[in-house]
């Protein structure tokens, strides 16, 4: 089993920034792409970032220049660095991970943290 724990969450205020983090750990063989959701209240969850096992990423429009994914392979860690926080960033975002859980296995399989509010206050 994988476990992901976040952190890093909190409440800013437009203009700041913050800092996720979202370790991984258990029985594994590797991780694939890793990324971060977010859930509005009302809303849909959707992607935020994403990051490939080479280091590929990918962004929705709306935080494109502002928000950073990295991944530290090492660590089984993935980060989001969200800079100039506007108040409809506010949301729960919640972590994923594709994990190839034993050698020869070719689907991944998915797993999400439990959730880290952000609230931006204008």
Known sequence: QVQ???SGGGLVQA?????????????????????????A????????AAVTISGSTNYADSVKGRFTISRDNGKNTVYLQMNSLKPEDTAVYYCNVKV???????????????????????
Do not use: H
């Open 4 to 6: 992901l724990v976040e």
């Open 15 to 39: 203009g700041g920034s913050l800092r996720l983090s979202c370790a991984a750990s258990g029985r594994m063989f590797r991780i694939n792409d890793m990324g971060w959701y977010r859930q």
């Open 41 to 48: 209240p009302g809303k849909q969850r959707e992607l935020v």
């Open 100 to 122: 190839l859980l034993r050698i020869g296995a070719t689907l991944p399989v998915d797993y999400w943290g439990q959730g880290t509010q952000v609230t931006v206050s204008s």
